[in-house]
């Protein structure tokens, strides 16, 4: 119903925000369970990464940062999977 895109819509732009960087999460397991929620958004994935970057994770990084360029790729989005690669190296 009418509730459910409602809720859709609302999860989508708080996903938007996070991306944009007006919505901060400093938490790596609470920005996993928003990725659980968008598990193909590559932008939000990248955003991830560099979390992880942040937090010395340069493994899980590396990892994450593959994911995203896969993610972008699968979207068509050629230059941001390429970013992402470079980042993951």
Known sequence: GKTRKSQLNTHISIAEQIIEGSISIKSIEEFK???????????????????????????????????????????????????SKLLQW
């Not at 896969?70 to 941001?80: M, R, V």
């Open 33 to 83: 369970s928003i990725l659980k929620i968008f598990p193909s958004d590559a932008a939000l994935q990248k955003a991830y990464s560099d979390l992880l970057v942040k937090k010395k994770r340069l493994n899980a990084a590396a990892k994450s940062y593959d994911k995203s360029a896969q993610l972008f790729i699968d979207a068509g989005k050629i230059l941001q999977a390429i970013d």
